[in-house]
């Protein structure tokens, strides 16, 4: 919603640009992690997912690293688009089924 | 295709008051939860289900009641707000995975608490 996102840090970038938007999680037995998009006043929207078996999963213009050793998880979005703009949560599964552990989450703006 | 259905979108409560936040999937799937979502953080989780009739408690289950008597339907109960529990509820739902899977939202439900 509307006020969902105060506080939040905020990465800035040119409409064309890459973003690479980082998370540190928690947990050295998380073995599942998920990147969400939430845009104002919608519910999260799943972006891409990786096993801790990876290190690195491609999608449509997005990239996810996962780095066990430091448990830190980015997501690189490729030539960043205004649609782009929104709050990116990263998630872990700590325990089975999908009992998420959501960070506090990054805000993109795209500028053109 | 709906998939996860929150009802009501907007709600105001005077403290003490009960009220039951819906949510509803057509997608058969066996996994259900509600996350709570204040501003500044992110989505905490509150209870959860992994079947009909199995409900479970999450990081912030205090002041909430869940059931789940079907596998569409997985209402969410306050039984006596408080202001605390004023905050954006979302319900997400996906197959029933041990290593987890995609969790589908629903468009979330705002809450607030006078």
């Known amino acids: 919603g509307e006020s969902v996102g105060l506080h939040l840090p905020t990465l800035s970038v040119q409409e064309g640009d890459n973003s690479i938007i980082n998370c540190a999680y928690s947990n050295s037995a998380s073995d599942y992690f998920i990147w969400y998009k939430q845009e104002s006043g919608k519910g999260p929207q799943f972006i891409i997912d990786?096993?801790?078996?990876?290190d690195k999963r491609q999608g449509q213009r997005v990239t996810v690293l996962l780095n066990k050793t430091v448990k830190h998880l980015s997501l690189q979005i490729a030539a960043t688009q205004p649609g782009d703009s929104a709050v990116y949560f990263c998630?872990?599964?700590?325990?089975?089924?999908?009992?998420?552990?959501f960070g506090a989450g990054t805000r993109l703006a795209v500028h053109p | 295709n709906a998939g996860v259905t929150q009802t009501p979108k907007f709600q105001v409560l005077k403290t003490g008051q009960s009220m039951t936040l819906q949510c509803a999937q057509d997608?058969?799937?066996?996994?259900m939860s509600w996350y709570r979502q204040d501003p500044g953080m992110g989505l905490r989780l509150i209870h959860y289900s992994v079947g009909a009739g199995i409900t479970d408690q999450g990081e912030v289950p205090n002041g909430y009641n869940v059931s789940r008597s079907t596998t569409e339907d997985f209402p969410l109960r306050l039984l006596s707000a408080a202001p605390s529990q004023t905050s954006v509820y979302f319900c997400?739902?996906?197959?029933?995975?041990?290593?987890?899977?995609?969790?589908?939202f629903g468009e979330g439900s705002r809450l607030t608490v006078l």
């Open positions: 997400a739902s996906s197959k029933l995975d041990r290593d987890g899977g995609e969790l589908f």
């Open positions: 990786i096993r801790s078996n990876m």
């Open positions: 998630a872990e599964n700590t325990g089975g089924y999908n009992k998420l552990i």
């Open positions: 997608m058969n799937h066996e996994y």
